[in-house]
């Protein structure tokens, strides 16, 4: 794989901002209420006009008309789809109206109006992006933190509930007058209603696997490739089964840092992140039509440039959250200065330390090879082995208007960058200003051609994302230092439910929870023995250090 495709590679989950800091009164711990939700927000460096800006933007997602969402129904009975209780279910952060959201939508609900006047949800950074973490009966939301969506259970509920109201008349006659639908235009819109449930369903078909994901997890860059691969150049043979999900990542250094991803497959230099965020906005519910040329060379997609340049902006200036001792108790300073000691001594040579009240930080991560680290490789490997026909983009250079011709097998990641750039030039103006704009910030890297391994990013905020691992394997920071055979091989992840004590879940199941079972294909919490020969007193040290960063 060439350094082309290394600087525009790209994925739907680690490149957006999903950030937030309070508008209220701090608290003695740096946290504030936010008003009416009953969430803490932690000071990250954001306003909170940021705050919804960052949850509610949307950079052109369109999944299902805002009108037909409203009026859903849970398949059986009058429950509607958007209740509380099925979006918890699934994952979402509930939130009440604002100027920002004025429909009351989760956080990470977007709204687009098309060129006809219809208004479109979506969803947008947020709704993977932004973490909350529970106890003892308190919320605290970590913005740009790992969600706990489901997204294959969001996917299916959303088709079940669409094909239930095409198949019950009750339903139907229901849905159709909140749209205003007179009897007589009843069969042209129970078809149009049909037709979306066929779409969202041939997506999530093309996207299917053995091992369900679970809350918390996703495999972007799998549903990323099918999405240029299959979906766009309308190549089935090109499926290849996305099945090496990982967790959320964090966002609050991200910008900062030489690469992204979990395999630091993506140089931060400019223009990375505006085609980065461009294949988020494909991925996630966008368009890309290849057959219909737009600006110089490019292809017309559903793309919102003028969005993406300031999620960008407010991304750069989110901070890691700080523990708030206050709620979740105050740290020992004993054990807090014996584990610095440490960490200088067992961790820093991998995990640089980050100073989150330095706006301009530069930061750059270790790429470990797997047969180093000895984490699960499904991830590493899916991304490198992973290569397809190239159809319609055959013969076209890699970056459209330069870099080498395109044969008739390339690397997927290759066909994404083709797309991601041909999407921009689709907006040549707005794309100039966005990577001309973002070059100045972002650090360049030294990469190899050939990244097999995983990235060992800056530490701070690890308190708060669990779980562990890239594909999120290890319930606690404690369960990580402890040896790979010793560590628990069945958690429960999805209830929020937080341990301060051994810094990460919960060992009980809570409400919303799923099984993860080690044992799984993609899910080994093998590798990543570093610490685990320390004693007891040490660990505990670390752990003391660990919170404070």
């Excluded at 066929?198 to 972007?220: F, K, Q, S, T, W």
């Amino acid at each position: 794989m060439g350094i082309l495709s290394r600087l525009f590679a790209a994925s739907a989950i680690g490149l957006c901002a999903a950030a937030c800091s309070p508008s209220d009164k701090p608290m003695p711990n740096g946290a504030a209420v936010a008003g009416g939700e009953g969430a803490i927000n932690l000071e990250q460096g954001w306003s909170a006009e940021v705050q919804q800006r960052a949850w509610f933007t949307s950079f052109g997602s369109r999944l299902i008309p805002t009108r037909w969402l409203q009026a859903l129904e849970l398949p059986g009975n009058e429950v509607p789809y958007m209740s509380e209780q099925n979006l918890e279910a699934i994952g979402f952060l509930l939130q009440a109206k604002t100027p920002a959201n004025p429909e009351g939508f989760p956080v990470g609900f977007t709204q687009e109006t098309d060129a006809s006047g219809r208004a479109w949800t979506g969803l947008g950074c947020a709704a993977c992006h932004t973490g909350e973490v529970r106890y003892q009966g308190q919320r605290i939301r970590i913005d740009g933190g790992q969600g706990t969506l489901d997204f294959n259970m969001f996917e299916l509920t959303l088709v079940a509930s669409l094909q239930a109201t095409i198949n019950h008349d009750a339903a139907f006659r229901r849905f159709a007058a909140a749209q205003g639908v007179p009897a007589d235009q009843f069969e042209a819109l129970r078809q149009e209603v049909g037709e979306l449930a066929d779409r969202i369903l041939a997506r999530h078909r093309m996207n299917e696997v053995e091992v369900p994901y679970g809350h918390g997890r996703l495999d972007a860059f799998g549903q990323i490739f099918n999405a240029v691969a299959v979906q766009f150049l309308g190549l089935p043979q090109n499926r290849r089964a996305p099945d090496a999900p990982v967790s959320y990542p964090v966002l609050w250094d991200a910008p900062h840092l030489d690469v992204v991803q979990w395999n630091g497959s993506a140089p931060n230099g400019g223009p990375g992140p505006l085609l980065q965020n461009i294949t988020t906005a494909l991925a996630v519910y966008g368009s890309l039509d290849i057959q219909r040329p737009a600006g110089i060379d490019g292809y017309a997609s559903s793309i919102d440039f003028a969005h993406l340049d300031q999620i960008e902006n407010d991304l750069y200036a989110l901070q890691s959250p700080q523990w708030p001792s206050a709620i979740l108790g105050m740290l020992d300073a004993g054990r807090v200065e014996r584990g610095a000691r440490i960490y200088t001594k067992e961790c820093v040579s991998c995990h640089q330390l980050s100073d989150r009240n330095d706006p301009k930080r530069e930061l750059r991560a270790v790429i470990t090879p797997l047969d180093e680290v000895g984490t699960d490789p499904r991830m590493a490997r899916n991304f490198l082995d992973s290569v397809s026909d190239s159809g319609a983009f055959e013969g076209r250079k890699q970056g459209v208007v330069f870099g080498p011709a395109l044969e008739a097998r390339a690397q997927t990641s290759d066909l994404v960058v083709h797309a991601a750039v041909g999407a921009a030039l689709g907006h040549p103006l707005e794309s100039v200003r966005n990577a001309l704009k973002s070059f100045h910030r972002e650090i360049g890297s030294p990469l190899n051609s050939h990244p097999d391994g995983y990235k060992a990013r800056p530490l701070s905020g690890i308190w708060a994302s669990a779980p562990y691992l890239h594909n999120g394997s290890v319930p606690t920071l404690a369960e990580l230092l402890k040896a790979p055979a010793q560590r628990t091989t069945q958690f429960f992840v999805g209830s929020r439910e937080f341990d301060p004590q051994s810094v990460g879940l919960a060992a009980a199941r809570g409400d919303n929870a799923d099984l993860f079972d080690t044992d799984l294909p993609g899910n080994s919490n093998a590798g990543h023995a570093y610490g685990t020969n320390l004693a007891d007193d040490d660990k505990r040290d670390l752990l003391e250090y660990l919170k404070s960063l």
